[in-house]
């Protein structure tokens, strides 16, 4: 009978808290053991014998009123104010990705057409997703790592959460550190990344191949692509031709530097080197920031956002008004906005935008769960996801339109096309940006502005990624909170020092098999677990009526159907695909070979694997039954401990469901 004396337990303490049995002599296990220690502090014992708590945060006449400058969970803590976790949360889904890999995507996926399934994907997994994580820390006041008592044998997808934000901000704060090497770059009266006359700079660098019609005037063309004058090179006419006869390519100055200056960029992963001290000085210099931003936890970073958040957008506005105004900047918009409804037929199109949505809202992650686990319990966590999804949605989009205004204008001073001139990830930040800023008046300073803009765009993001770890690690071990920043010192020094082989001329290529691999099909993975478990094994009914508790009002249909069947499958089928296209990694010309993939295999396999290995364990520490079934049952009902933190959001409607019998059959406690 293990099983049924636990569920008496469990209806003991439930009871002692809603105040549906007669009183008792002692406070329940559930306050006094509680994994957050002094949020329930005890107070006087009434006359009647009854237990007494004393409610951390202070009672009004409306008891869903927030009140801001005041924590409601003294010991775990709270935003300050009512915009430090919208701006967070919106900074957190807004990062590089909006600005570097949307534009991309879009030109490769039939320009404007891909809006459609972009938006269509927001709708039908991002949004769903986005509000049911948020939704899930803001109802139990936890982290990813211990927001599963509500099914303890999937607390693994939270421990891959948490693995998976640790390692992406090990290469993000690497990026960083490249934007931090740019911006001290750019305080000089010339760029170092305008001319070919560097003495880096090598003989297929753009200026030294120029491009010409190769006119009967100028001079005469050769089947490999060069226009000859006599004996005296000219240019170009076909670069292609160029390219495929000599095996050489033209290459941008801005990405000379990057390769040969910037990074000292080696040949391939096999050759990897030493890190480069001025990359280290840059990334020290990342952590340090990290670090005294996060000192106080939410309660500093809450303040740092409001600049973080809000400045991206003015210097994109700044440099919108500026792009759209440059020759032959209508080329580029017109490539971005013109649609090819052909490309709607491609599966290709449909799975590029769904993960682009994991990408841009940050889903799966655990950031998430963390940002809104601070939240009061009763904020309205539905209008402030709607509100970060249309927001992350409009930055897209808008981005894209500064973006293709200056690579139009690249097109047309290389005089090649705009798909020849769009590049992914870092190429489109650290290669053709330079460029595009490089041609515009009082260009250090247009420079300095862009790659500040970088910084504040990746750190939010990365502040989020950082608490998602700290959060877990308190949460899991709350005895560490007195020593808060000396966590986030180890913290820092740690990943410090794992990322230092990113500094070394091969680390770009360790950057990109760690974006490819744990930033990749790994999400698809956890957030299919994430949205089954609560769906099916919580149940989806019964998730929304805590999120009705919280908000104080009645949930439409759409959300239960979206987490129950659409969401699920879209996630189903986008994973397949993915599968299905897989190819080998590359970073422009360049293949990786056999074992750095298989190294990006392991490492997101070992992230999935915290998910099987931590439910054997759950099962196997589970003792009030024998049978493994049966223990499996008893793992996927709610624990002693699930719910609000506080006292008094349990006692307002809460009601919770409970063990019947020791095979776990639920009934509503009423």
């Known amino acids: 009978m293990p099983g049924l004396q636990r569920k008496e337990k469990w209806e003991s303490s439930m009871s002692d808290i809603t105040g549906d049995t007669a009183s008792v002599s002692v406070p329940p296990d559930l306050l006094t053991n509680n994994i957050d220690p002094g949020v329930y502090r005890k107070g006087p014992r009434a006359s009647n014998g009854a237990s007494q708590v004393t409610i951390a945060t202070e009672e009004t006449e409306d008891s869903r009123k927030q009140i801001f400058g005041k924590d409601e969970n003294e010991e775990r803590g709270n935003w300050t104010g009512r915009f430090d976790f919208l701006l967070s949360l919106l900074g957190y889904a807004v990062g590089l990705g909006n600005v570097w890999r949307f534009p991309y995507l879009c030109y490769r996926n039939g320009g404007g057409a891909f809006l459609i399934p972009f938006v269509l994907m927001m709708i039908l997994v991002g949004v769903p997703l986005f509000f049911m994580e948020a939704a899930l820390g803001q109802f139990c006041s ?27 901000s090990l290469y993000y704060n690497m990026i960083l550190a490249w934007s931090y090497y740019y911006f001290f770059a750019s305080f000089t009266s010339d760029l170092p990344w305008v001319s070919c006359d560097n003495s ?86 990342a952590w340090i920031v990290c670090f005294f931003c996060l000192i106080k936890g939410i309660k500093s970073t809450g303040k740092v956002v409001y600049f973080t958040a809000v400045f991206p957008y003015v210097v994109l506005l700044i440099l919108f008004f500026n792009g759209i105004f440059l020759s032959n900047a209508g080329e580029g918009i017109y490539f971005y906005i013109v649609p ?27 950031g998430l769960v963390t940002l809104s686990s601070y939240n009061r319990f009763h904020n ?39 798909e020849d001139v769009a590049q992914s990830g870092a190429g489109l930040a650290f290669v053709v940006y330079p460029t595009a800023v490089a041609s515009l008046p009082a260009s250090p300073f247009w420079s300095a502005l862009f790659f500040f803009m970088l910084i504040t765009l990746g750190l939010d993001s990365q502040f989020a990624m950082l608490e998602t770890v700290l959060t877990g690690v308190m949460d899991q071990y709350p005895t560490l909170r007195p020593h808060k920043t000396l966590v986030i010192l180890a913290i820092s020094i740690v990943f410090f020092i794992i990322g230092l082989p990113l500094c070394a001329p091969g680390g770009v290529y360790l950057v990109q098999i760690l974006d490819n691999y744990v930033g990749g099909w790994t999400l698809l993975i956890i957030g299919f677990a994430e949205v089954t478990c609560i769906s099916y094994v919580y149940g989806v009914n019964r998730f929304i009526r805590d999120i009705e508790i919280m908000l104080g009002k009645k949930m439409i249909i759409w959300w239960k159907i979206c987490w ?5 499958i879209a996630i189903l089928l986008i994973f397949i695909a993915t599968f299905v296209e897989y190819e080998a990694s590359t970073y422009g010309d360049y293949t990786f070979p056999a074992w750095a993939d298989a190294l990006g295999w392991i490492m997101a396999i070992a992230i999935i694997l915290a998910i099987p290995i931590t439910m054997l364990y759950q099962v196997n520490k589970e003792d009030e039954v024998t049978s493994f079934w049966g223990k499996i049952k008893l793992q996927c009902i709610p624990s002693r401990e699930w719910g609000p933190a506080l006292v008094r959001q349990r006692a307002s409607g809460l009601r919770g469901w409970v063990r019947a019998g020791s095979m776990g059959r639920k009934r509503r406690v009423r």
């Open 142 to 168: 936890s982290g990813p790592m211990t927001c599963w008592r509500f099914a303890p044998l999937f607390k693994g997808v939270g421990i891959a959460m948490v693995a998976v934000s640790a390692l992406t």
């Open 200 to 285: 880096w700079n090598t003989r297929d660098c753009s200026t030294m191949l120029p491009l010409t019609d190769c006119a009967d005037s100028v001079g005469q063309k050769y089947d490999n692509g060069t226009c000859l004058n006599g004996d005296t090179f000219v240019g170009l006419w076909d670069v292609k031709k160029f390219t495929s006869a000599t095996g050489r390519k033209r290459k941008l100055a801005s990405e000379e530097y990057w390769e040969k200056i910037a990074l000292d960029q080696s040949t391939g992963i096999e050759d990897f080197g030493q890190p480069k001290w001025d990359l280290v000085l840059c990334l020290m210099l």
């Open 340 to 366: 090819d409804f052909s490309r709607l037929l491609d599966a290709g199109v449909w799975k590029d935008a769904a993960v682009q949505i994991f990408f841009s809202m940050s889903i799966a992650g655990g």
């Open 380 to 418: 309205n966590i539905l209008l402030d996801s709607i509100i970060v999804s249309i927001g992350d949605t409009v930055t897209c989009i808008f981005a894209g339109f500064v973006i293709f205004s200056y690579l139009g204008h690249m097109a047309g001073e290389l005089n090649v096309k705009v």
């Open 564 to 568: 129950m069947v659409i969401s699920p």
